[in-house]
């Protein structure tokens, strides 16, 4: 997935005028905005509103009819919103590539986009030269999205990396019995087994006979690798 850069839309013999041509399809309730995207595109010698939608339904329905090569989606519309209509037009013949277009740029829509089958996701505040290159990249079968969202979908990634790890460390620890997790949860905060017998009223002798049992269910070596493993199910003493 690219960013729309206009430095990279230079072609090599600078015949820019000889560009095929693209056709766009509008969709957007609001009238002032499609007006607004059609004089920002009419600049473009190559790229042509063949159409405007006020609603997805109506987008699904002029896609059929114009078959643009490229959909310029609105999320927030009434009745069949801008995703829906982008699941829809992947059973269109030919399918027109979708761009969203929107004004925010929550992590779900942005996913739910993508996988709906969009080829890029950009701000409204685009400005009008990238947007006229991200037009022209997806209809190359090239997929571009704003800077702001791919950063966002990176942290996300690697939230959700993040999060399955928890849960892996978590499911591990689950199988120790009650009082060995609580000893583990000791380990993880950093505790000899003389503390641990001291805050939970153990012998130190019943304290090494849980480790040895953490270490032998866990398959581990030492207690560093338990007190990781603590950690990275950000389990703290008590929980």
Excluded: C, W, Y
């Excluded at 690219?2 to 969709?27: C, I, K, S, Y």
Aim: aromatic content about 2%.
């Amino acid at each position: 997935m690219t960013h729309p850069n206009p430095a990279d839309d230079v072609p090599a013999d600078g015949t820019a005028d000889q560009r095929p041509l693209v056709d766009v399809l509008v969709a957007d309730d609001d009238p002032v905005v499609r007006f607004g995207l059609k004089m920002m595109l009419g600049g473009a010698p190559d790229l042509r509103v063949v159409a405007e939608a006020g609603d997805g339904a109506e987008a699904v329905a002029l896609a059929r009819r114009h078959r643009p090569d490229v959909v310029l989606m609105d999320i927030r519309m009434p009745g069949t919103d801008g995703l829906a209509a982008t699941e829809t037009l992947r059973g269109v013949q030919p399918a027109p590539q979708v761009i969203v277009l929107t004004t925010f740029d929550a992590d779900a829509h942005v996913l739910r986009a993508l996988r709906a089958g969009a080829a890029g996701f950009l701000l409204k505040d685009t400005p009008p030269d990238e947007l006229v290159v991200a037009i022209r990249h997806v209809a190359q079968g090239r997929s571009v999205l704003s800077p702001e969202v791919t950063h966002r979908l990176i942290a996300r990634v690697a939230d959700s990396e993040q999060d399955a790890r928890r849960e892996a460390a978590r499911r591990r620890l689950d199988t120790l019995a009650e009082r060995e997790r609580t000893v583990a949860a000791e380990i993880g905060a950093g505790r000899t087994n003389a503390e641990i017998a001291a805050r939970h009223h153990l012998g130190l002798t019943t304290v090494k006979t849980h480790v040895s049992a953490i270490l032998t269910k866990l398959d581990l070596n030492n207690r560093v690798q338990v007190a990781l493993l603590v950690q990275e199910a950000g389990i703290a003493p008590g929980q």
